[in-house]
């Protein structure tokens, strides 16, 4: 990279980095957590993210919830977005549901125990409890019909489920209920012949492939959340539906509503506010969440994130939502906040440039290794704010998964353009001088076409791969364009796909390193639109192992194949991966959050106010 | 006058029409994100994303989407979204609401925003102007000038930023105003009024500053006409010499420029002083709608916004014509 960019991001990063740890006073890397865990994202243990509630936890308050936008959708078949899903885990009971220290395997929730699965991996059978009951106006008890058709419902168009698809596709009848939804979009939900609510507290899932392991782990998500079908199914007749208006919550908590369920408590874009839900009885029916405030206010609208974050930090009873605190306030944060303010957790997440494999010059795999080589993965890093925002990335899994240590660890595998996290000039010319240029840099048609988000930081990192490209000979032309533009016009869209995608990367669904992997480098999943699999990466046998590997059911087995997959593509350099996201997230003094893991965000449940 | 009016009215009609179909074109034309594909989330298929496109009625032509929303707004014929009049469509991702609804629930407060700042900004740019033009070149006019210029200078959103790290009660050094987000938790007028001061003092701040010294050159012309030479010279006092004869006569221009100025901010031109204050405005809105490539959304904020520049602009021009009888209408 040009010698002033490194230094202006070094310099940037520096000063981070430097108050940070200063403040801090420590190098310890073992970066777990207060739960206990042995992440090795080098979390110092003043930003560990707590995992469990205080001793002694005070009853009741009203905790403040800051944030920039607004959630995705208040209908639990249609939330898919982390933000949101700080509402659904708090409002809603799924089949199962995360404890805020566990990321390996959920805790039943709406069931009783874990399913019984066949030992063909092809039937899941949940027992649901008994005694939980909808919010008011439905008020009556759960049954196992509930849950079958808040699965269904997700197929309806005006739903539009974001991964029943994905993660329920070897259910057995999907695609024709799927069908059946698509040409009917407002006659009712269809019926999915491989869901059956056996009785009322029954409920069978039959596949057509041995992937029940997937089958739990994508149950934990809202879209299990029960939903009772006499209530939404006026609502689901209209496309999109506008059960979202008037949702009905089986958690401790739901957001306030009038007397014909029509949510009062929800202005989008403004507020939400959120209120015990009196038909909840945790103790009565198993739930493991204390539940200790009152009341919860969500603002909405504080886009300038850096007054917000302050505000929060100074203030009392607050936590932020989606709002990531900028470097300045992390710095400050560092140096003047209370122990315990800011807290750092692993997202679950990466970020890379992507480089399209589908056409010259990236086509060529000494070329990309070449590309990789050159980066500058810790500038690329440092661009977003410095080392407590992440590991620089050696491989595409990231911390705390399974698979992550058998892919190489931190340190990543014996992957020689990948190990050096500055940057290799010597070896990436070498890579050139294999792909045929003899100079070891890019001779004659040498234009890269890229396409990147125009906000910081993402501006800031496609600048410092600007400049690695350059040092290699290539003459790249960056395209800023909005991020929602980005993706639905051009990187998300192979036949308009740049060469590169400097603004990408990938956000968990579960911690499983399917969810990582398989969407986003399986040759079997690049579509005509909205495509993930932004490299366009299409290499049979990565694409079979992935094959294979989805029917592992043994976690062991499971965890290793999936490293050797990832290790596979990293082998490819489809991409340069620089960082393994953590998750900032501040609070005010007086609250004692509680993070969850599986969210990287504040668990809505287990938080309270400290006394006084 | 009459006929004026009414010619005026047929015009801005006319012109709503045109501002419309050029929004229409804009987001068309330019690269915009693809309002089905946001919708159908990050892991649909092309075929769930072109259902959603269908039930949106984003597959029709862009000219039959186009009559579409006209019709929905301007008669009471069924709709792709709707039925008309004034069904503005449903925002794609505001869970469906009504255009409508969404816009007339922000209005309030950027009209209590924009309200408060003009009051302000009238209220201090008139006598500064006055002022520094009957003592041009004086210390204060200088220092009022040179105020005037920082002001101008300073982008709105910088200055909101200043503001609200040295007065705002929960981020400020000198905690003495309401602080971010307030407006959202005020629930009666007064409360309401109470949360905007810094911001209405932000707003004004710039635009009063541009107003003090288009006052004074306004001032500065007229106090060197002739009538102003015969009105002293009748022995009428300097105070009203310069208000009822000199002012009466500066004035005017300003009206214009005030119909203008709040039209385009009521229209969303507050944009940034929302956004820093969060207050829950027509600008904010319009911003989030943009980030998200909500057509319905983004098309009924500017007509919402073109209709009140064209009547704020017919008001001051009705206005003109009585404060200055020189002007009539045909």
Redesign the interface.
């Known amino acids: 990279m040009s010698s002033k960019l490194r230094a202006i991001a070094t310099l940037a990063a520096a000063m981070v980095l430097a108050a940070a740890i200063g403040a801090c006073g420590s190098d310890d890397d073992n970066g777990g957590d207060s739960g206990g865990g042995t992440s090795s994202t080098g979390i110092p243990e003043e930003f560990a993210a707590p995992t469990e509630a205080p001793d002694g936890a005070v009853e009741g308050g009203n905790l403040t919830v ?1 944030a920039a ?2 959630i ?3 209908d639990p078949g ?1 939330a ?1 977005y982390q933000f949101t899903y700080m509402i659904t885990s708090a409002g809603h009971r799924a089949l199962l549901s995360w404890d805020p220290d566990d990321v390996e395997e959920p805790t039943p929730d709406l069931a009783e125990e874990q399913p019984e699965i066949s030992n063909d991996d092809q039937t899941v059978t949940f027992t649901l409890r008994e005694g939980v009951r909808f919010s008011p106006p439905v008020d009556r008890e759960v049954v196992a019909a509930d849950v079958e058709y808040a699965i269904e419902r997700g197929l309806l ?2 739903v ?4 029943i ?2 993660y329920l596709g070897d259910v057995v009848g999907l695609e024709d209920a799927q069908k059946e939804a ?1 040409d009917n ?1 407002t006659g009712g939900a269809p019926d999915i012949e491989g869901v059956t609510a056996v009785d009322d507290r029954t409920l069978e899932i039959q596949l057509e492939a041995p992937t029940a392991y997937t089958i739990t782990q994508a149950l934990s998500l809202p879209l299990s959340a029960p939903v009772p079908e006499e209530y939404a199914e006026e609502f689901d007749a209209e ?2 539906s ?1 059960y ?2 008037h949702v009905v919550f089986t958690g401790p908590y739901m957001v306030e509503n009038d007397a014909e369920g029509e949510l009062t408590g929800y ?5 939400i506010n959120m209120i015990r839900n009196p038909n909840w009885d945790g103790e009565a029916t198993g739930d493991f969440r204390p539940a200790y405030l009152d009341t919860i206010q969500f ?1 909405e ?4 994130t ?3 974050s ?2 929060i930090l ?2 009392s009873g607050q936590i932020n939502g989606d709002i990531t605190p900028p470097p300045g306030v992390i710095q400050e944060a560092a140096q003047t906040a209370e122990p315990g303010q800011m807290t750092a957790t692993p997202s679950g997440g990466n970020r890379y440039i992507a480089l399209n494999t589908s056409k010259p010059p990236f086509d060529d795999v000494n070329v990309r290794k070449a590309v990789v080589a050159i980066s500058d993965r810790t500038a690329l890093r440092n661009t977003r704010g410095g080392e407590l925002v992440g590991p620089v990335a050696t491989h595409f899994i990231p911390p705390d998964f399974p698979g992550f240590e058998e892919a190489g660890g931190v340190e990543g595998g014996d992957i020689d353009f990948l190990a050096t996290p500055e940057g290799d000039p010597e070896l990436a010319a070498s890579y050139m001088e294999e792909a045929g240029f003899e100079s070891g840099q890019c001779e004659g048609d040498c234009e890269v076409t890229i396409v990147g988000d125009g906000a910081s930081p993402d501006k800031e990192t496609s600048e410092v791969f600007v400049s690695a490209l350059e040092e290699l000979g290539f003459q790249p032309e960056l395209r800023n ?2 991020r ?2 980005m ?3 051009f990187c ?1 869209v192979p036949d308009t796909q740049p060469d590169a995608c400097p603004s990408v990367g990938w956000l968990k669904d579960f911690n499983d390193a399917q969810s990582m992997l398989d ?1 986003t480098f399986n040759g079997d999943n690049i ?4 495509n ?1 699999n932004w490299p366009l990466l299409d290499v049979p046998e990565i694409n079979e192992a992935m094959a294979d590997a989805a029917q592992t059911n043994d976690p062991d087995e499971r965890a290793q194949a999936w490293g050797e997959i990832d290790s596979m593509i990293s082998e490819q350099a489809p991409a340069v991966p620089y960082v393994w996201d953590n998750q900032l997230n501040i609070q005010s003094a007086d609250v004692a959050g509680v993070i969850n893991k599986f969210n990287a965000n504040w668990d809505l449940a287990y938080t309270s106010l400290k006394e006084g | 006058m009459a006929r004026y009016i009414t010619r005026r009215v047929l015009w801005s009609i006319a012109m709503l029409g045109i501002v419309s179909a050029v929004v229409f074109a804009i987001f068309y034309v330019l ?4 309002p089905a ?13 072109e ?2 496109r269908e ?1 949106l009625c984003l597959d029709d032509p862009m000219p039959v989407q186009f009559v579409d929303y006209m019709k929905g707004i301007f008669t009471p014929l069924e709709t792709c979204s709707g039925k008309g009049p004034l069904d503005f469509g449903n ?1 794609i ?5 009504p255009v409508l609804d ?1 816009i007339l ?1 922000r209005l309030p407060a950027t009209f209590l925003l924009v309200t408060g700042a003009v009051i302000l900004w009238i209220a201090i740019a008139i006598p500064v102007g006055i002022i520094s033009a009957v003592r041009q070149r004086s210390l204060l006019d200088r220092t009022t000038m040179i105020t005037s210029l920082v002001f101008i200078s300073a982008p709105v959103f910088w200055l909101g ?1 200043v503001a ?2 040295l007065f705002a009660q ?2 400020g050094l000198i905690p003495i105003f309401p ?3 307030s407006y ?2 005020s629930d009666n007028l007064l409360a309401r009024a109470g949360s905007l001061l810094l911001p209405w003092f932000v707003l004004a701040a710039a635009t009063a500053a541009i107003y003090a010294r288009y006052i004074r050159s306004q001032m500065l012309d007229v106090m060197t006409e002739d009538y102003i030479r015969t009105a002293r010279a009748k022995g009428l006092s300097e105070r009203t010499v310069v208000l009822r004869h000199g002012f009466r006569s500066a004035v005017t221009p300003v009206i214009t420029l005030l119909g203008l100025d709040v039209g385009t901010l009521l229209a969303g031109n507050a944009i940034l002083t929302e ?2 204050f ?1 207050i ?1 405005g027509v600008g ?2 319009v ?2 709608a943009i ?3 909500d057509l319905p959304l983004i098309q009924g904020i500017v007509l919402f916004g073109a209709f009140f520049i064209v009547i704020f602009n017919l008001i001051v021009d009705v206005l003109y014509a009585y404060l200055d009888p020189r002007v009539r209408y045909e």
């Open positions: 800051i936008d607004d995705d959708y208040m249609a898919y168009p005006g539009a489920n974001g991964y698809g994905a698509e979009p496309n999109p506008t979202g208006q202005t989008p874009g403004r507020e603002q609208g504080f886009q300038d850096g007054s917000a302050r505000k100074s203030g364009v909005a929602d533009v993706y639905t016009r998300g969407p579509i005509d639109a909205n993930v | 690269p915009s994100a693809d594909t946001l919708r159908a989330g990050r892991s649909a298929t092309p075929a769930q994303i259902i959603i039930s925002s991702f505001q869970n469906n609401e969404i629930d930023l609200l790290y929960d981020v602080g971010i987000g959202n938790t956004t820093v969060n829950p904010s809105e911003a989030g980030g998200s490539s």
